[in-house]
């Protein structure tokens, strides 16, 4: 079974803290991506990665970093924490891209409240 | 701007019942078709996956795709009150984010069952 694991399920931080959220798959997948998750507003795509440093913007990359210095962990950095960015943080990981392929697994969530 | 739409609901169905999760995107080119459940809390779950017009069946759930009129729908035969749970209809489309392709999600059907 495919298992994707986050850091942490539950983290509190303050405005203006540097966060960092990592995440970890053990399938060797390539493809990896952040999303965020809120109420009426669906998940969003945050950033995705596809090869161990390579990294591209999704819709809201925005006040967020990331870095995949190895192909098994994708970590999303928080630069300096904001009270709109409290949310449930979402992993996820999938095989190599195949043209009928793409399923995506998620791990199992950060809910991040920034106080 | 490339959309998964989904009635949000709640959809209400009694224990037994036939349960119906409608889905319709807008990109023509979408190849790929995946519904995710999600319970409460906790991170999507990959559920059926569709390439091909037609019906796929797994146990309960049986997934159908209709390219011509861009629409896939999931079926739960049986609805149990386990099943109750908001329900995430995701497209793959070839061109978004880069060649990879990533996932569009729609926001979501959230279903009751009641016992």
């Known amino acids: 079974d495919v298992k994707v694991t986050q850091s942490s399920r539950y983290l509190v931080k303050r405005t203006g803290e540097k966060v960092f959220l990592e995440c970890v798959q053990d399938?060797?997948?390539?493809?990896m991506f952040w999303y965020r998750q809120d109420p009426g507003l669906g998940l969003r795509l945050i950033y995705f990665?596809?090869?161990?440093?390579?990294?591209e913007k999704g819709d809201i990359p925005e006040g967020y970093s990331v870095s995949r210095e190895k192909k098994e962990r994708f970590s999303l950095i928080l630069e300096s924490a904001s009270t709109n960015q409290t949310s449930m943080y979402l992993c996820?990981?999938?095989?190599?891209?195949?043209?009928?392929?793409?399923?995506?697994?998620f791990g199992p969530g950060t809910r991040l409240t920034v106080t | 701007q490339k959309e998964v739409e989904q009635n949000s609901g709640p959809l209400s169905v009694p224990e037994g019942a036939i349960a119906s999760l409608n889905c319709t995107y807008s990109?023509?080119?979408?190849?790929?078709f995946f519904w995710y459940r999600q319970y409460s809390g906790k991170s999507p779950e990959l559920i059926m996956s569709?390439?091909?017009?037609g019906d796929k069946e797994d146990g309960r759930f049986t997934a159908q795709l209709n390219k011509a009129s861009q629409y896939v729908s999931l079926l739960i035969r049986d609805s149990q009150p386990s099943d109750s749970a908001t329900y995430l209809c995701a497209t793959r489309t070839k061109d978004y984010g880069g060649s990879q392709g990533n996932l569009i999600f729609g926001k979501g059907t959230k279903l009751s069952v009641k016992p």
């Open positions: 399938m060797d997948h390539e493809n």
């Open positions: 990109d023509r080119g979408s190849q790929s």
């Open positions: 996820a990981s999938s095989p190599p891209l195949g043209y009928y392929s793409y399923e995506q697994y």
């Open positions: 569709i390439y091909s017009n």
């Open positions: 990665s596809y090869d161990v440093k390579m990294k």
